[in-house]
């Protein structure tokens, strides 16, 4: 069994920061990507950022310069630094990690719970 638990969500007036974290845990071979996505009421979920194992990034254009994504492999942990944040940015936040369980021939996408995260404008 794998799980992913976030935590760091919360209430930030616009132009503030917030940390968000997600570790995994459960029976863990290998991790790949890692990655952030939110969604917002009446919106689809859309991807905010990912890391691969080698923790080359990727973000969507309405983050890029505000928002960092990083790893702790050993750790088996992602993160997602928001600054700059906007009333936009509004969303519940999920993280997302491609993970091998012990004695899978091949990786599955799991889930985290969802965080909220509200800016006030």
């Known amino acids: 069994q794998v799980q992913l638990v976030e935590s760091g969500g919360g209430l930030v007036q616009a132009g503030g920061s917030l940390r968000l974290s997600c570790a995994a845990s459960?029976?863990?071979?290998?991790?790949?990507?890692m990655g952030w996505y939110r969604q917002a009421p009446g919106k689809q979920r859309e991807l905010v950022a990912i890391i691969s194992s080698g923790s080359n990034t990727n973000y969507a254009d309405s983050v890029k310069g505000r928002f960092t994504i990083s790893r702790d492999n050993a750790k088996n942990t992602v993160y997602l630094q928001m600054n700059s944040l906007k009333p936009e940015d509004t969303a519940v936040y999920y993280c997302a990690a491609d993970i091998r369980r012990i004695g899978a021939r091949l990786p599955s996408r799991y889930w985290g719970q969802g965080t909220q995260v509200t800016v006030s404008s």
């Open positions: 459960g029976s863990i071979s290998s991790i790949n990507v």
